[in-house]
Antibody
Framework: EVHLVESGGGLVQPGGSLRLSCAAS????????MHWVRQAPGKGLMWVSR????????MYADSVKGRFTISRDNAKNTVYLQMNSLRVEDTAVYYC????????????WGQGTMVTVSS | DIVMTQSPDSLAVSLGERATINCKSS????????????LSWYQKKPGQPPKVLIY???TRESGVPDRFSGSGSGTDFTLTISSLQAEDVAVYYC?????????FGGGTKVEIK
């Protein structure tokens, strides 16, 4: 059975840092591009970042570019999101997601981890 | 960036009646080399991750009830729930995978009338 399990969320002050992790199981992790998607309280879904299979190609939403870094460890079946210079507006539930390239859709999601940026 | 505009923002439908959600993209998401629309639909319930319902604009994900259907091409798309059930109360989002940054529609909240 496929599982994506996020961890690392919590309360942090503005300007602080957090590293989110997403541990995968039940599928060949190293063959899948990985994404992070977030949802701020009361708001819609927003794509944050994506990473290719070997970690050499990254892309970010403009609102997080230069502050967030996505990476992966295929030996540990884990994708990370290093979040620096956090802002109040980064407060959200963060989901890792992926999917069959043949679908070009996200058919696998984690349960999400809450990040709260507040003083 | 491709802007995805959903309408309406919310709708209330009686049980057993049809619900129709629209999604319009600011540019075509039809990839001509394979004739596929890079558009998917998601159902989001509170406290749960999104769940894919439709991909390639009209292909139903395995296990999704056949009352859910997707249609459209190019820039205009529709998600239809043919006979609304109580468990369909949720927020629905479209997503374009045509180009980065990936962009979601603003969401449509579906409730029971």
């Amino acid at each position: 059975e496929v599982h994506l399990v996020e961890s690392g969320g919590g309360l942090v002050q503005p300007g602080g840092s957090l590293r989110l992790s997403c541990a995968a199981s039940g599928f060949t992790f190293s063959s899948y591009w990985m994404h992070w998607v977030r949802q701020a309280p009361g708001k819609g879904l927003m794509w944050v970042s994506r990473l290719n299979t070997d970690g050499s190609d990254t892309m970010y939403a403009d609102s997080v570019k230069g502050r967030f870094t996505i990476s992966r460890d295929n030996a540990k079946n884990t994708v990370y999101l290093q979040m620096n210079s956090l802002r109040v507006e980064d407060t959200a539930v963060y989901y890792c997601a992926t999917g069959d390239v043949g679908k070009r859709a996200f058919d696998m999601w984690g349960q999400g981890t809450m990040v709260t940026v507040s003083s | 960036d491709i802007v995805m505009t959903q309408s309406p923002d919310s709708l209330a439908v009686s049980l057993g009646e049809r619900a129709t959600i629209n999604c319009k993209s600011s540019q075509s998401v039809l990839y001509r080399s394979n004739n596929k629309n890079y558009l998917s639909w998601y159902q989001k319930k509170p406290g749960q991750p999104p769940k894919v319902l439709i991909y390639w604009a009209s292909t139903r994900e395995s296990g999704v009830p056949d009352r859910f259907s997707g249609s459209g091409s190019g820039t205009d798309f529709t998600l239809t729930i043919s006979s609304l059930q109580a468990e369909d109360v949720a927020v629905y989002y479209c997503l374009q995978h045509y180009s980065l940054p990936l962009t979601f529609g603003g969401g449509t909240k579906v409730e029971i009338k």
